[in-house]
């Protein structure tokens, strides 16, 4: 069938959508619903056989809706309506929900069912559960309901009895820090993460909240500022203390929209004197690893973790949006340097269950005082970890993806030997649609691994793959079908028999000829210079596109309209396709460069 999305913004779920839909063979195409561009005139030239909203904020039109069957994704159960129905099912302590796709019509969340997935709901933020067990449930529910669509003979199920749920405001998120305990705190930050974040008032300003881990030993007066690690900030409750890694001000009449930053940074002008904590040892055997869980349900202390199991090291790290700026890649650099001075035969980097990397930080490029000399500086860190994993001769290295993955940071994956992926991943194997050439050495691992002619398709067509199109592509070796949360238990089982195969030793034997080999052919400096130079070329022109696609990325300004590489998959091969990708990503929405 022609399947047409219409979505509010290209975000996580619509991108899983698109891929998967493709997969079982459909052409899809996107529109995004765009103030001033009128929907009904995309639909006429479009004569898609079907109509799925996966994210959507405002309502169809008449016209579309009597004219096409038009399936509306909402993340809740059936009967449950509202645009908060996601934050405020966090905010009660729910442990199951689900996904319903039901028929627009004239009231919103009203229409017939169509189907429904339910799922549980572990307690981690709302934007990891978003692409986690929500997309998970969801594609299950529309690709039931493409099918009844497609039989011609199923008669979709009226809603017998429903509960709207209001709008979530700012009034019902806020923190009161003399009295809410930490386990409330968490709730209310891991249902308004990433966005609308938790408004608060802190040092003299109003800013938005984004993030939250519990801190198990610093104490102090409720809302005290205690310490900082790796960019965030730790806040006293009335039982504990929490970490905040992100900060966004609030914006002012008049002015462009603020950027979300680490906090520290965020509050570098009048952040007091402070004890600066170092991460945890990246070494030894007791550290969890990021993704477990302590008391409170969420991740431990620490962006960065390492921990053994026999012969096998894992490196794991995660950074809020999956965005990795200088000091997260020299931060990780380090602690990869030191696991690779272990007695391991096996090293597992990543393995948590949301983002794997969405390369460069955007957010810290845009404020940057010299936005040139930071993308430069980001970029080269990124090299230097890159190329610290393609030089690892001793040991297999492998790139375990519980979550999502986009430009520089897949091709951070595409470093090591063995690439495994979560059947619900995502990958933006690219970077043109933020007007780069990239670097990260993807002439030599892309091409390395599906050929230079699939590896010019996907860096031109600019499509999100799935974990299982990417297999069958080569990009990737394995893909891993379980639940988010069993992603990390599942990798370490598979690591251990990687371990104990009798193949292994005679493959970490075979890497160093190999890289000898390639080196001999053309060594991994020429592949840096050639990248870097073109991306200096870039950085340093103020005319180059890349300057106004990074600013209306991360301040969050409107589209204009819909790509034609979306809304016409064959246009992108033609024409200058960086200038048209210049509004991918509206407000709200997690884009397929780094999550917003």
């Known amino acids: 069938m022609h399947i047409l999305l219409v979505a509010s913004a290209f975000n996580s779920l619509t991108q899983r959508v698109h891929a998967e839909l493709r997969d079982h063979g459909h052409r899809v195409a996107v529109e995004l ?7 009904v005139d995309a639909v006429r030239r479009q004569r898609p056989d079907l109509i799925i909203a996966p994210m959507l904020t405002t309502a169809l039109p008449r016209e579309v809706w009597e004219a096409h069957t038009c399936l509306i994704v909402h993340p809740g159960p059936v009967g449950d309506r509202g645009p908060s129905s996601l934050d405020r099912a966090i905010l009660d302590g729910a442990d199951r929900w689900g996904v319903t796709v039901l028929q627009a019509t004239g009231e919103m969340d009203a229409g017939d069912v169509w189907a429904f997935a339910d799922c549980p709901l572990p307690e981690v933020a709302k934007s990891d559960l978003y692409r986690g067990e929500i997309a998970d449930a969801a594609l299950r529910a529309v690709l039931t309901a493409v099918e009844r669509f497609a039989s011609g003979t199923y008669v979709p199920q009226p809603q017998a009895t429903h509960h709207t749920r209001p709008y979530l405001g700012q009034e019902d998120r806020r923190i009161d820090w003399d009295r809410d305990p930490t386990e409330r705190v968490l709730r209310t930050l891991r249902a ?13 300003g109003a800013w938005f909240l984004h993030g939250g881990r519990p801190e198990y030993e610093l104490r102090g007066r409720p809302g005290e500022l205690l310490a900082t690690r790796g960019g965030a900030i730790c806040r006293a409750t009335t039982d504990g203390a929490v970490w905040i890694p992100e900060l966004r001000a609030r914006r002012r009449a008049g002015e462009p929209a603020p950027v979300k930053l680490p906090a520290t940074l965020a509050l570098a002008d009048r952040l007091p004197s402070l004890p600066e904590l170092p991460a945890p040892p990246p070494c030894g055997g007791s550290h969890a690893p990021h993704g477990s869980h302590g008391s409170h349900g969420v991740a431990a202390p620490g962006d960065i973790g390492y921990r053994e199991e026999g012969r096998v090291g894992f490196l794991s790290f995660s950074f809020p949006g999956g965005a990795m700026a200088t000091d997260h890649c020299r931060r990780l ?15 597992v980097l990543g393995g948590g269950r949301d983002f794997f990397s969405n390369g460069i930080h955007l957010g810290v490029i845009e404020a940057a005082d010299d936005p040139a000399a930071e993308s430069r500086a980001n970029i080269e860190a990124m090299d230097d970890l890159v190329e610290a994993v393609l030089t690892t001769t001793d040991r297999l290295v492998v790139a375990a993806l519980g979550g999502n993955a986009a430009a520089g940071g897949a091709m951070l994956a595409l470093a090591a030997d063995e690439v495994w992926c979560r059947t619900g991943v995502v990958l933006n194997a690219h970077y043109r649609l933020m007007g780069l050439y990239g670097s990260e050495y993807w002439t030599y691992t892309l091409p390395r691994r599906v050929g230079a002619a699939v590896a010019e398709r996907l860096t031109t067509d600019a499509l999100p793959l799935s974990a299982a199109a990417a297999e069958g592509l080569g990009l990737i070796d394995r893909t891993v079908p379980c639940a988010p949360d069993a992603f990390a238990a599942e990798t370490a089982r598979l690591a251990g028999l990687l371990a104990d195969s009798p193949a292994t030793p005679s493959r970490i034997a075979g890497k160093k000829a190999t890289r000898d080999r390639d080196e001999a052919a053309r060594p991994l400096a020429a592949h840096r210079e050639a990248e870097l130079t073109r991306m200096r070329a870039t950085f340093h022109d103020p005319d180059a596109p890349y300057h106004a696609l990074r600013r209306a990325f991360v301040r969050k ?30 407000p709200g929405s997690e884009p397929c460069y780094q999550e917003g």
């Open 33 to 39: 619903a765009v103030p001033g561009v009128p929907l």
């Open 192 to 204: 308004a993460d990433s966005r609308p974040g938790v408004l608060d008032d802190l040092l003299g």
């Open 557 to 586: 300004e409107p589209a204009t309209g819909t790509p034609p590489h979306l809304a016409d998959p064959a246009s992108s091969r033609r024409g200058d396709v960086t200038a048209m990708a210049a509004h991918d990503s509206p």
């Open 333 to 347: 650099l380090h602690a990869y340097r030191a696991a690779c001075s272990r007695p391991t035969s096996v090293l």
